[in-house]
């Protein structure tokens, strides 16, 4: 690959987990009573077509990894875990009351922070009462995000009794250098540990997420991390890009250097190893930065076309309504989006009050929507359409975004119909941004987003 295009396209953008992009919402326009109003036009629209999912955030953890961009609480304190799981089925109570029937449950997933800072005994308390008031769709997936040096056999033993049958362990980088400059300190035997745990058990959709792009990261680091992923077979891994933005998160991404951190033309070798590796070792590329064997769920979405992405990420199935619970949480009716109070105090103040604890969201658009669906379909499955349907009249607009990408043979466009090419989908997200009418009508004057490649 040509540095000169590496250079030409490594700018700020959305990893586009949503349209618009949070900076772009229209907060003005927002209020709870039209986002409730709007929960409830879609909840009974698909609930009982597809259900709705649910995505628990768990903000504490026990130490700061200096490479996270997550909303988090740091604390040993193990006391804060019953108030908060009290706050969230409060939280979950609210969301039930505004509805006639029994929510139906397709998706759960627990990201944090770290969920198995929580006891077992507590996830299941948490489980169980969300459970309590709602039906589980015959189809279903469960799943949790496990920190290697505390997910315990208990831990994976009671989700499993629950329904879970995924886990992402977050694994990063072997390298011992790499692990002390973002304070993730992790020998593989513990991660060998936990997925040899979690096979015994019988989980179905064993997850490894890894990062490229790490301060002081090799080719050598890369090498060495993917031979010792393959060893232990996940069915699934995560290939993100650390996306380098202190300015946004604070002190916690200034535990090293900028120039530390790998960039351009050096990044991008780090994920074309790591992506040959993959390949040559049985894994299918999904989208963006993600990989699957043929058993799992997710390759059988992508290779079905029933790949979705929303601010879970990447998932093996669509549902129409979901809905944040926790602190930060973003929930997504479709037709809007809200977000939770991102400080721990006020989410408990509102939910002492009574009071669904959102802060800000957005109702979309008729054009919103329809570029919705497009940058899904480029994200989800490299290739859109712009007939019937997914017309829109900026579409003139966005071919003339398109045109540098086109003589650069990123994409391929024929008649109504876009998609990317092979040489194309390192730079997907910024195919992407040449849909984003709302990023192109206003440029921002201060950097808001990581760097795309």
Known sequence: MAISLIQK??????????????????????????WSDNLIFSFNESNKTEGISLYIHLPFC???????????????????????IEAVLKEWQLYCNLFDSKPIIKEIHL??????FFS????????????????IAEIHEFSFEGHPNNTSKEHLQSLFDL??????????????????????????????KVTFWAKEIGYTSISHDLVYGLPFQKIDDIIDTIEKTKSLQPHRISFYSYAHVPWIKGNGQRGFNDEDVPRDNEKRELYETGKMLLLKNGYHEIGMDHFANEDDSMFLAFKNKKLHRNFMGYTASKTQVMIGLGVSSISDSWYSFAQNEKNLEDYHEKINSGV???TKGHILTEED????????NIMCHFETNWSDDLYF??????????????????????????????????????????FDLRLKRNIPNKQLFSLTI
């Open 9 to 34: 396209y490594n700018v700020p953008g959305p990893r586009y987990t949503s349209y618009p992009t949070v900076p772009y919402w229209d907060e003005k326009n927002f209020s709870l009573k039209n």
């Open 62 to 84: 026990e130490s700061l990894c200096t490479f996270c961009g997550c909303h988090k609480r740091i604390t040993k304190r193990h006391e804060v875990e019953d108030p908060y």
């Open 111 to 116: 990201g944090g922070g770290t969920p198995t």
């Open 120 to 135: 077992s005994k507590n996830l299941e308390k948490l489980i169980n009462g969300i459970l309590t008031k709602a039906e």
């Open 163 to 192: 329904g879970f049958r995924r886990v992402s362990f977050g694994v990063q980088d072997y390298s011992e250098t790499v692990q002390n400059a973002i304070h993730r300190i992790q020998p593989f035997h513990q991660v060998a």
């Open 356 to 358: 669904i604890p959102v």
């Open 369 to 376: 929507l329809i570029i919705r669906k497009h940058i899904l």
């Open 393 to 434: 009249s900026g579409i003139y607009n966005v071919l003339e975004n398109l045109e540098e990408m086109i003589a650069d043979e990123l994409v391929e466009v024929s008649g109504q119909e876009l998609k990317v090419t092979e040489k194309g989908k390192p730079f997907v997200r910024n195919i992407c941004m040449a």
